[in-house]
C-alpha cells in the first residue's frame, strides 16, 4: 500500500509542475495556478506594454489595406464607368428611331454609307433638298448635304436603316400608295433599286450604293 501511495503523490506533484508551467507569464516568468490569475496578472502588470506593442502595427496595416481597397474600388469603377458608357452609347444607337436620333457630328462614325435617291412626278424630278436631317446641334443618322439626292447613312454603329425613316426625317409622305400629296388613287406608284422593281417601299434598307427611283405617273 505505502508504494502505492509514493507513485500517486509523485503523480499528483508532475500534474501540478505542468499546469505551473502552462500559467507562467511569458514577460516576467512568474507561475500561476490557473489561467484566471495569469490573465488577471498580465492585465494588471503588462497591459500598458502589450497595447503599446500591438496597436500601432495594426492601425498601420489597417491604413495600408484601406488605401490599397479604395485605390482598388476607384479603378474597378473607372473600368465599370467606361464600359457601361460605351455599351449604353451603343444600345442607343443601336436602338433609338431615326427621326428622334442625334449623333451630334461626323467624329467617330462607325457606318457611313450612301445611296442616291431620285423622285419623279409625271417625268418631273422633284427636289432633294440639302440638310434634311441637319439643324443646329442636330444630325439624324440619314442626312443630306446637297441637292442631288444624295444620302447619308452614318453613325457610331453599324445598323440598318430604311427608306421610310429617310422620309420620316425629311417629313414627307411617301409609302406604298403615296409620295408627297400623290396618291395611287389618282396614278400609279412605282419603287426602282437599282433598275429593278422593288416592293418594299418604307421598308426598303438603304445599302451602300443603292440608287433608288420613286415614280409616280398620274391618270390620265
Ligand atoms: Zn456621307
Ligand atoms: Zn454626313
Redesign the pocket.
Known amino acids: 500500500m505505502g508504494h502505492l501511495n509514493e507513485l500517486i503523490k509523485k503523480k499528483i506533484n508532475k500534474f501540478i509542475l505542468k499546469m505551473e508551467e502552462e500559467f507562467k507569464c511569458e514577460i516576467c516568468n512568474r507561475n500561476f495556478n490557473s489561467r484566471e490569475s495569469l490573465e488577471q496578472h498580465n492585465l494588471a502588470k503588462h497591459s500598458e506594454s502589450t497595447k503599446k506593442e500591438k496597436k500601432p502595427i495594426n492601425t498601420k496595416k489597417i491604413r495600408k489595406w484601406a488605401i490599397f481597397i479604395i485605390v482598388f474600388a476607384g479603378i474597378f469603377l473607372l473600368i465599370y464607368w467606361s464600359i457601361s458608357g460605351a455599351v449604353n452609347e451603343n444600345e442607343y444607337c443601336a436602338n433609338q428611331i431615326a427621326a428622334e436620333m442625334n449623333i451630334g457630328s ?1 467624329q467617330n462614325l462607325k457606318n ?3 445611296q442616291d435617291l431620285e423622285i419623279i412626278i409625271d417625268g418631273i424630278q422633284q427636289a432633294i433638298p440639302s440638310n434634311v436631317g441637319i439643324a443646329p446641334g442636330i444630325m439624324r443618322p440619314i442626312h443630306t ?1 446637297d441637292s442631288t439626292g ?1 444620302i ?3 453613325g457610331p454603329c453599324v445598323r440598318d436603316f430604311t427608306l421610310g425613316e429617310f422620309f420620316n426625317i425629311w417629313n414627307k409622305e411617301f409609302d406604298a400608295t403615296k409620295i408627297f400629296d400623290k396618291t395611287t388613287e389618282n396614278g400609279t406608284l412605282n419603287l426602282y433599286v437599282n433598275g429593278q422593281e422593288s416592293t418594299e417601299f418604307r421598308n426598303l434598307v438603304l445599302r451602300e450604293g443603292s440608287e433608288i427611283s420613286i415614280k409616280y405617273t398620274s391618270n390620265k
Open positions: 461626323h457611313h454609307i450612301h448635304h444624295e447619308h447613312v452614318e
